[in-house]
């Protein structure tokens, strides 16, 4: 299926046929469950402190070809290019409660 | 199509009615309550109303639809089951910005096939989703050649 191989052009991994719906619109289409993911840092093979914020770029040992530390610096510095007083790396364990600037707060 | 049993006997008729998606695209994997989901093309929001309910008071939901009729009727539809974790929205999902990597899912249900830019909703369905979220779809998908004539007939029908 084309549009599988589109979806893992588009970055996305772990994309499969998830079977058929059992509905047909017609007599050259089938219907069709598919899923695919979004990579998340697990997919880095990188390693965070999560209590210091330190990013272990993934070694050449390992195969890996990303520089995780230059992108979390990248993106922290494109939030300032729109308008971030400060950024900060904070532990994923941590809540943060929004509580202006978001149009969606209470929606 | 083997959705959640409990969830669409709650539905009243008049929103189970409403429905018109060519699967489920729930059953592509759990969506843990809290969760964060994106219904693009919502129609009159049944999936984001079920979704609703698999999300939990904890969760929310965002339907998007280009149709305004769609929109009002799924407006409607929210308030009659009285969901208060479900916003619908007019918009193209190229369209939503300024909350990119928002959404733990993404889901779509039998509207892809309707939308010409599939490319940009699909590129922008992987900008929406948070680092690990999932985009589950379910579609009709061209199994068989379209002729030549059928081709030129859809080509004529978009000019």
Request: charged content about 25%; glycine content about 10%.
């Amino acid at each position: 299926m084309d549009f599988l191989a589109h979806l893992r052009d588009t970055g996305f991994v772990d994309v499969a046929a998830g079977g058929e719906t059992g509905f047909n619109s017609s007599p050259k289409t089938k219907g069709m469950l598919v899923r695919a993911r979004k990579p998340g840092l697990q997919d880095q093979k990188s390693v965070v402190s999560s209590k210091t914020g330190d990013i272990h770029a993934p070694t050449d040992a390992e195969g890996a070809s990303t520089n995780l530390s230059s992108k979390i610096d990248s993106l922290m510095q494109r939030a300032i290019t729109l308008g971030a007083e400060k950024t900060k790396l904070i532990d994923t364990d941590l809540w943060i409660e929004i509580t202006d600037g978001c149009p969606y707060i209470d929606r | 199509m083997r959705y959640d049993a409990a969830i669409v006997a709650d539905l009243p008729e008049t929103v189970a009615g409403s429905f018109c998606g060519v699967g489920n695209p729930f059953s592509l994997g759990e969506i843990p309550p809290g969760s964060r989901l994106l219904d693009i093309g919502c129609g009159a929001g049944v999936d984001a109303l079920v979704a609703s309910k698999v999300v939990g008071p904890s969760g929310k939901v965002m339907g998007i639809d280009i149709t305004p009729e769609m929109i009002r009727r799924a407006e409607a539809n929210k308030k009659e089951i009285g969901a208060e974790n479900v916003v619908f929205q007019l918009s193209r999902v190229q369209d939503l910005v300024g909350i990119d990597s928002s959404f733990d899912v993404v889901m779509s249900n039998g509207v892809l096939n309707l939308i010409p830019e599939k490319e940009e909703a699909i590129k922008a369905a992987f900008r929406l989703l948070k680092p690990g979220g999932w985009f589950f779809l379910a579609d009709q998908f061209l199994v068989d050649p379209a002729s030549k004539d059928l081709k030129a007939r859809i080509q004529s029908w978009f000019q």
